[in-house]
Nanobody, 119 residues
Framework: QVRLVESGGGLVQAGGSLRLSCAASGSFFSINAMGWYRQAPGKQRELVASITKNGTPNYANPVKGRFTISRDNALNTVYLQMNNLNAEDTAVYYC?????????????WGQGTQVTVSS
């Protein structure tokens, strides 16, 4: 079982920045890909960015050039640096990861952290 705890959300003005963190804890052998998703009111959850175990990032088109995903494998933590935020970035942001334990791969989700961008 893996527990993901997100932090760093909040209210920011358009053009501002926020940094999200997500720490994984619990019983696992290894954590593979980690990522951030978001869900705005009335919309489906969508991928924001993901990062492989060796650090290769992948970004959704709307955030390319503004967001940066990174991870610290020693701390089992993934980060999302969000710059030049706009109102369309307002959503609940969820962390997820794929973890392996005794040969079984599972995907886990955090509880979510609210990001609100005021225009």
């Amino acid at each position: 079982q893996v527990r993901l705890v997100e932090s760093g959300g909040g209210l920011v003005q358009a053009g501002g920045s926020l940094r999200l963190s997500c720490a994984a804890s619990g019983s696992f052998f290894s954590i593979n890909a980690m990522g951030w998703y978001r869900q705005a009111p009335g919309k489906q959850r969508e991928l924001v960015a993901s990062i492989t175990k060796n650090g290769t990032p992948n970004y959704a088109n709307p955030v390319k050039g503004r967001f940066t995903i990174s991870r610290d494998n020693a701390l089992n933590t993934v980060y999302l640096q969000m710059n030049n935020l706009n109102a369309e970035d307002t959503a609940v942001y969820y962390c997820n990861c794929e973890a392996e334990f005794v040969g079984v791969l599972r995907v886990y989700w955090g509880q979510g952290t609210q990001v609100t961008v005021s225009s």
